[in-house]
């Protein structure tokens, strides 16, 4: 998942004044039976089909469930009756429905319910953004290319609590994918009653999960969810009513966690460094890297392994964290996020972790190694003694602009070099990747379910988000047979990624930075907050104790 909402961090709060009424000496009293939590941005929108930031997840998390769940670590049944193993050589899903499961207004959830959204979502008509997330299910991608009709996708209701999924090739992490809210499911008749206007406002929609909106409408800056008694699992929902409130300054957010106006809020920067000895603080880890590309199309310099490596190593990524950016951010020697995937033979190895070796010994703070390198590079590349001028491209939040200055800093030491920074914003920099325009940009990715495969995947050749082109053959081969051949073989599949991000680490194809944290305030009396493996919260799992 691009990181939209993600990196769209301001300085301006959107709170009315009334709002912040209580937060001065006398503090107001929290409900019991209410749970306040800051965000970072509104709801974009709540069509499960064209969302593509994580706060519209969340909310989707929060008021639907798909087939699965995440608790904590573990995918548990949701609509499905437990979690399914493939038939057919790994190529047919059949999933038996709950026929307790309902719509808020009183509906079943169907089989049908789950064709129509799924069928929606790759139909070129929807213009989703996350259509190719379904490629693998068959026909899915010519559907979305328009060389196919949607009715000729491998999904289908054999009855009302019966739904099977027919891929063209096995997809070994196919049960964690679809637990991701693009495949939630979706009641035709409300969506085409609404059309357009679907997902855009509570009245436009009903919900089947643990909670659901009231009184919300897309450019509102506080929602409330409240508890779905209509929900098949209603008894394990302890919280009655959450509710959400846009904060962007930290020091409004710091304030209203101590007014007792929100239970979790969020905070960052210089803020989350000076708070991080308060008791009520704690960090998450995300599922999410950030790296500099490197456009080997465009300069190539680039292409000199050498080259690539100093750059890296000329880089101090744990002054970076602590200096710079705090708020649960962590140094990364890796394209993939540390803690998120595991050894299907041994539960307790992390992928990371297990490829740590090359990754640590290719992005490690090592300005002497870093500087040898570099005048080895410019010798192989025709370079020596040239005056080399390249153009950091970034994103123009606070920030942003304060970790690529630090960037600037850093590589600008590397002899003859000189960084100019060019921070544009988000959509700027993004149009600009995409077409190559740039020399060097900083750039992050969001895991769409927790599996090595999403990082590994952006950098084949030929891929959409391989911006900087870099190629490698046996990398690309390594990454094809661990979705083809070895797709049914656990361990084999296990170690092709492993070779391939072994790989990448010696090669700085791209360059880690730093594994995305977010730094949060807790009031004491909330527990059982669950930060799963989706980049999203289990919000059944919290409660209350005063």
Request: glycine share 6%; with cysteine.
């Amino acid at each position: 998942m691009k990181l939209k909402k993600l990196l769209a961090v301001g300085t301006t709060s959107l709170l009315a004044v009334g709002f912040l009424a209580g937060c001065g000496s006398k503090q107001a009293q929290a409900p019991k039976d209410t749970v306040g939590i800051s965000s970072k941005d509104i709801i974009a929108t709540a069509d499960s089909s064209l969302n593509t930031d994580n706060i519209g997840s969340q909310a989707l998390v929060d008021t639907m469930e798909g087939l699965y769940r995440w608790k904590g670590k573990t995918l548990v049944p949701g609509v499905s009756t437990k979690i399914v193993k493939p038939t057919n050589n790994g190529l047919t899903y059949t999933f038996k429905l709950r026929k307790d499961s309902k719509w808020s207004n009183g509906d079943p959830v169907t089989a049908q319910d789950f064709v129509y959204a799924w069928k929606r979502t790759v139909d070129p008509k929807t213009k989703s953004q996350y259509a190719y997330i379904f490629e693998g299910i068959a026909n899915a991608k010519d559907i979305s290319a328009g060389k196919k009709p949607v009715d000729t996708m491998g999904v289908k209701a054999i009855d009302d609590h019966t739904f099977q999924v027919n891929l063209e090739k096995p997809i070994p992490y196919f049960n964690k994918l679809i637990a991701n809210a693009t495949f939630y499911p979706l009641q035709e008749k409300t969506v085409k009653k609404w059309g357009k206007k679907y997902g855009t406002n509570s009245k436009t929609m009903i919900f089947n999960g643990p909670y659901k909106l009231v009184n919300w409408n897309s450019p509102d800056n506080s929602w409330k969810e409240t508890k779905n008694n209509k929900y098949w699992n209603s008894k394990a929902v302890k919280v009655k009513n959450l509710k959400y409130q846009v904060v962007k300054d930290n020091s409004t957010s710091v304030n209203l966690f101590q007014a007792n106006k929100l239970d979790r809020a969020q905070v960052s920067g210089d803020t989350a460094k000076q708070m991080k000895d308060n008791k009520d603080y704690g960090e998450v880890k995300q599922n999410s890297t950030f790296f500099i590309e490197m456009n080997q199309e465009k300069n190539p310099l680039f292409k000199n392994q050498k080259i690539r490596q100093a750059l890296s190593l000329a880089l101090n990524r744990k002054q970076l964290v602590d200096k710079v950016l705090g708020s649960g951010c962590s140094p990364a020697n890796s394209i993939t996020p540390a803690k998120m995937a595991y050894d299907p033979q041994d539960n307790s190895k992390d992928f990371v972790a297990q490829t740590s070796k090359t990754g640590k010994a290719n992005a490690s703070y090592d300005l002497k190694k870093a500087k040898k390198l570099w005048k080895e590079g410019l010798a192989e590349t025709g370079n020596t003694g040239k005056k080399l001028d390249l153009v950091l491209l970034g994103d123009d939040t606070d920030s942003s602009k304060k970790r690529d200055e630090f960037l600037q800093n850093q590589l600008g030491k590397l002899p003859g070099l000189k960084i100019t920074i060019n921070d544009v914003p988000f959509k700027s920099r993004l149009n600009r990747a995409i077409s190559g325009d740039f020399d060097l940009v900083v750039t992050g990715w969001i895991a769409d379910f927790p599996d090595p495969i999403n990082f590994l995947t952006l950098f084949t050749e030929g891929a959409s988000n391989n911006n900087g082109k870099w190629v490698n053959k046996e990398y690309n081969d390594l990454v094809k047979k661990s979705m083809n051949e070895d797709a049914n073989n656990p361990a084999a599949r296990w170690k092709d990624m492993q070779d391939a991000q072994n790989i990448i680490n010696e090669q700085q194809g791209v360059i880690p930075l730093f594994q995305n944290g977010e730094a949060y305030l807790t009031h004491k009396r909330l527990k059982g907050v669950d930060f799963g493996s989706s980049g999203t919260y289990n919000q059944m799992s919290l409660y209350t104790k005063e």
